[in-house]
Nanobody, 122 residues
Framework: QVQLVESGGGLVQAGDSLRLSCAAS?????MGWFCQAPGMEREFVAAIRGSGGDALYADSVEGRFTISRDNAKNTVYLQMNNLKPEDTAVYYCAAQGAPWTDLKNQAWYKYWGQGTQVTVSS
């Protein structure tokens, strides 16, 4: 069983930056970030392979967000730049239970964090 703990959310203004962190209690395979806005379904934001390669992004965040990981610390990061009000959501970190599976599909993620709120004011 792997536990995930997110941190780094907060209230910022449009154009600001935030860095989310997700610390895992053990080694993980692919890891991803998903977000859920009020009244909306949870959706894919970004993901990265266990090796640190194959970073993928949702079209809405491509060029603004960067996912990275430090396997020595069992931690994955999401650098969020040029934030927009539409980025407001609860952001969840997730870890896959097996290697080489679909990084964008939530069904392949076995472990989930508790979520961290990101609010972007205009």
């Amino acid at each position: 069983q792997v536990q995930l703990v997110e941190s780094g959310g907060g209230l910022v203004q449009a154009g600001d930056s935030l860095r989310l962190s997700c610390a895992a209690s053990g080694r993980t395979y692919g890891m991803g970030w998903f977000c859920q806005a009020p009244g909306m379904e949870r959706e894919f934001v970004a993901a990265i392979r266990g090796s640190g390669g194959d970073a993928l992004y949702a079209d809405s965040v491509e060029g603004r967000f960067t996912i990275s990981r430090d396997n020595a610390k069992n931690t994955v990061y999401l650098q969020m730049n040029n934030l927009k009000p539409e980025d407001t959501a609860v952001y969840y970190c997730a870890a896959q239970g097996a290697p080489w599976t679909d990084l964008k599909n939530q069904a392949w993620y076995k472990y989930w964090g508790q979520g961290t709120q990101v609010t972007v004011s205009s």
